[in-house]
């Protein structure tokens, strides 16, 4: 292994690291906690060090972002495959969003809430975006009905999901009602 390749390595180490240490500390104190200062000293690496990975807070809102979109992605597809037929597809992949929003609230806001300064439905869009959302369209495309364009069917749905996940988090909608909630945003928008 050639120094530079080592080196490359080391820094995608540290940028792991960082990345990781922001949604770690994000999800036990919100993203308020998360500081430059407060990363580098649980990093145990220096403020220049800190930005010479990151621009600043913001472009770590980026890469947890990134990185949640990518486990949404692969969280949503395997809740679809492992059911039969479309409306349990549909069904399975909405309880799998729901409960990974719940399960990752500081997650969550990156990628929906927060300025992390990733462009969504654009051109530069990054790739593990498109992938999230390819991810819902794979399983509500079959069910948007004839003559509804599968990709404005998927927004919808992906917006009610993303409603019912917010408000529940913010308390204005009460969780006990969560399933009743989930069958009837299935049977009304699914067609199977």
Known sequence: MSVQERKERE?????????????????QQGWDAVTTRR????????????YSHFRGK?????????????ELAAVVRAAASAADGPRERVAALARAYL???????AVYDAM??????????????????????AALLE?????????????????LFWAALH???????????????????????VDRLAIT
């Open 11 to 27: 820094r995608a180490v540290r940028e792991r690291l960082i990345v990781a240490t922001a949604r770690e500390l994000a999800e």
């Open 163 to 185: 409603g019912v996940a917010t408000l529940t988090r913010a308390g204005r909608l009460p969780p006990e009602y969560l399933e009743p909630r989930l069958e009837l945003l």
């Open 139 to 155: 399983s509500l495309g079959e069910v948007a009905g004839d003559g509804v364009h599968p990709g404005l069917f998927t927004e």
């Open 99 to 105: 409960d990974f929003a719940e399960r990752n609230p």
């Open 39 to 50: 990363l580098a000293e649980r990093i145990e690496y220096s403020q220049p060090v800190l």
């Open 58 to 70: 913001r472009e770590i809102i980026g890469a947890v972002a990134l990185e949640g979109a990518a």
């Open 112 to 133: 929906f809430q927060l300025e992390g300064g990733l462009a969504f439905a654009a051109e530069d869009t990054p790739e593990p975006l498109k992938d999230a959302f």
